[in-house]
């Protein structure tokens, strides 16, 4: 229900963000300039029957993105670093296997016992005319909060069966049919290659297939309507790739197109057919040998693996379609343009993300081997840091050859901030081309050696006044101001976006460039003043009030997440005055023009019923800069919006928001299902906003 909040909220922003989640990372520290390897860890996976216990051969295992198959006795070994990993475990004829577990020590067994599939029908049956449907599915024919009026007729000339689907109003002109279950009624659909459906479309011109799994990041390949099979009396049949899930969750189609319209859908049914392999035709060249210290290795089967790539098809829009081959136990990484990535569809790679950022500050490039077919004109590469991100593109690349690819951090089209190397998190390809044409990539890895020189910051006040202990921070490296006020970093040559914090002064930040050196001065300005005097008592009592958050009447529901960074979030913090509790947000030097910022309550448990409440009411605090505030209340289907401007500040102000009177966004929202609160601010990075009692009246 809640999986399209955020992509709203950012369209609701006009802001468009690449494949980022925006959730708190925790950072990996390491030594700048350290050549200390890494310390692995040997782990051997061993396969066998659950029944029987007899080993399994010819296994294929999955495990930190590295892929082995199972000796005569079942045994498949890998050497890695200490850190939790999953697996993933497919064999001829067993039920596919998933495991996550920590990895401790040297020498360490993990035991996986499979158990044997019964035999799979050619064919299974989601909804179709001549056959039973093959499988329970808990949630048929929701809509999935698309906002789409799905219809049974009864009635059609040509199929028993038939569904009528029109669009909606939450998803633009999209209407969305799924069927699904939870998670412990997830279905295997691994033997499954493709699945097929027929439509008749009236102003709907093309449609996204998804899939989602209990473990796997979703499947989205969008075709065009007209580009299936044509068939008698206006019905098409389209025929989509299906991915290699075994825990199938949902499955979903959503039709789209320039204006509002319908469709007829009927027969939707999952098919196995034989797949045509096309591709180089041999691996990628070797890499340099390098050694541990040399190099960063995410993936290659000629190098020593330190980090692993843990998603492969993270769809930022219109992905190409992922799948792994090889060549003589070479692996490679395919992406295939789909119908509607003809202009730039985007897939992401996270590396960085579930155990912690990449610290590649050591070196100076990101090198990555890659085939071109022909008929593609252009791929980027976009690489993705916790302080910015930027570009590397090659135009009318080479093809029918491999081509060693070199992206150097000094020489990367800068996006947005500054690209920081020590905290790498993902990468992006991007592609132009043909439909059906592919790219392949081989050999991901970071190299060079970096030069490194000591930025010397020294952090004073708005009357030359230092101030020590100030805490200067770049990337993942922070060091606090001495007595003198003076911080010394050891960096890498190259932009780096400089952070200053200081209690009782707003937030610094100043990009600068490091080249053999140097030393710079940074002015901090105070903070604005906050409240003197707590917020004044509620009006409504308890039985009048839903209350998520105060000291004066109960709380009937807790406020779970504060700091939902939807885009340069004002930094939040509790403030205690005279014993009475206020969150406070105060503005960052990248959120100054619309900083928002998401307050949860209704997404962990469920969502918030307040169709019985006329609005909702909290006390704000706007300290002398703040120029204007947005406020959201944030439904599962939509939101309403309040802007104030201009902000009265220096005093506590009650702030009423009856529903029925805020800009709804798109028509559709529902009090019934409240989820959030969002927060932007306008002012400076010296000041912020406190909220307190926030209520449903």
């Not at 053999?516 to 903070?527: E, K, N, S, V």
């Not at 990075?685 to 307190?692: A, K, Q, W």
Request: charged share 15%; hydrophobic share 40%.
């Amino acid at each position: 229900m809640f999986k399209n909040i955020k992509i709203f909220m950012l369209l609701l922003l006009s802001v468009l963000f690449f494949g980022c989640a925006d959730e708190e990372l925790e950072a990996v520290v390491s030594a700048r300039g350290d050549d200390t390897p890494p310390i692995t860890y040997s782990v051997t996976v061993k396969v066998s029957d659950d029944i029987n216990g007899a080993s399994i051969s010819n296994a294929q295992v999955v495990l930190a993105g590295k892929t082995k198959i199972t000796n005569a006795l079942g045994a498949a070994s890998f050497e890695l670093a200490k850190a939790s990993y999953s697996l993933s475990i497919a064999a001829t004829g067993y039920k596919s296997y998933t495991h996550v577990f920590d990895l401790t020590a040297d020498n360490q067994q993990v035991l996986a016992a499979m158990a044997e599939t019964l035999p799979v029908p050619e064919v299974s049956y989601l909804f179709h005319s001549e056959n039973e449907d093959s499988n329970f599915m808990q949630y048929w024919g929701d809509n999935w909060g698309s906002g789409a009026t799905i219809t049974n007729i009864d009635d059609d000339p040509d199929f028993i069966k038939v569904l009528k689907v029109s669009s909606g109003t939450n998803w633009g002109n999209k209407g969305a049919v799924a069927w699904g279950n939870e998670d412990q009624n997830a279905i295997n659909i691994s033997t499954y290659t493709h699945v097929k459906f027929k439509v008749k479309a009236t102003n709907l011109t093309d449609v996204e297939v998804i899939v989602n799994s209990a473990t796997k990041v979703e499947s989205n390949i969008g075709y065009l309507i007209n580009n299936g099979t044509l068939l008698e009396n206006g019905w098409v049949e389209i025929t989509a790739v299906l991915p290699d899930f075994s825990d199938m969750t949902w499955f979903a189609l959503a039709f789209n197109g320039e204006q509002s319209g319908l469709v007829l859908l009927a027969d939707v049914h999952f098919v196995t057919q034989t797949m045509i392999i096309q591709g180089p035709h041999e691996a990628a060249a070797l890499p340099p040998q390098l050694s541990d210290a040399q190099a960063i290795v995410l993936y290659s089967d000629s190098l020593k693996q330190d980090k692993y790539i843990s998603v492969w098809s993270s769809n930022w829009w219109n992905a190409p379609i992922y799948s792994q081959g090889n060549i003589d136990g070479n692996y490679y990484a395919k992406y295939e343009i789909t119908e509607l990535g003809t202009v730039g569809g985007a897939v992401g790679l996270e590396f960085g993300i579930e155990n912690g950022f990449v610290d590649a500050s050591a070196k100076t490039m990101m090198n990555f081997d890659m085939y071109v077919e022909s008929g593609i004109t252009q791929i980027q590469l976009k690489l993705v840091s916790d302080g910015g991100d930027s570009l590397y593109k090659t135009i009318n690349p080479p093809t029918g050859e491999w081509v060693s690819h070199q992206a150097v951090f000094s020489e990367l089209e800068v996006l947005s901030g500054t690209l920081e190397p020590s905290t790498l998190k993902l990468a992006g390809f991007i592609v132009f081309g043909e439909a059906g044409k592919s790219f392949y990539v081989d050999n991901i890895y970071f190299s060079g050696e970096s030069i490194f020189s000591d930025l010397v910051v020294t952090v004073e006040d708005n009357n030359n006044v230092v101030i020590a202990g100030a805490i200067v921070s770049i990337g993942d490296l922070s060091v606090t101001a001495d007595a003198n006020g003076v911080a010394t970093l050891n960096l890498q040559e190259g932009e780096h976006s400089v952070k200053v914090s200081a209690d009782g002064f707003g937030l610094r930040q100043q990009i600068q460039s490091n080249v053999g050196g140097g030393a710079i001065t940074l002015t901090m300005q105070p903070l604005n003043p906050g409240p003197f005097l707590p917020a004044p008592a509620p009006i409504h009592s308890d039985a009048e009030a839903f209350v998520l958050y105060s000291d004066s009447l109960l709380v009937d529901k807790n406020i779970s997440f504060w700091e939902d960074n939807w885009y340069n979030a004002p930094v939040y913090s509790q403030v205690n005055l005279a014993g009475n509790n206020m969150a406070k947000f105060q503005i960052t030097p990248d959120g100054r023009d619309g900083g928002v910022v998401g307050i949860q309550y209704g997404v962990e448990g469920g969502v918030v019923d307040a169709s019985n409440k006329i609005g909702m009411r909290f006390d704000i605090y706007a300290t002398s800069g703040v120029t204007q505030a947005v406020i959201q209340i944030v439904a599962s289907n939509g939101a309403r919006i309040q802007t104030i401007k201009p902000v009265t500040t220096g005093e506590w102000v009650s702030l009423e928001l009856v529903f029925d009177d805020l800009v709804d966004s798109n028509q559709s929202f529902s009090s019934e299902e409240l989820t959030q609160l969002g927060l932007q601010l306008w002012g400076t990075s010296s000041d912020s906003v406190y909220l307190d009692n926030i209520y449903f009246y």
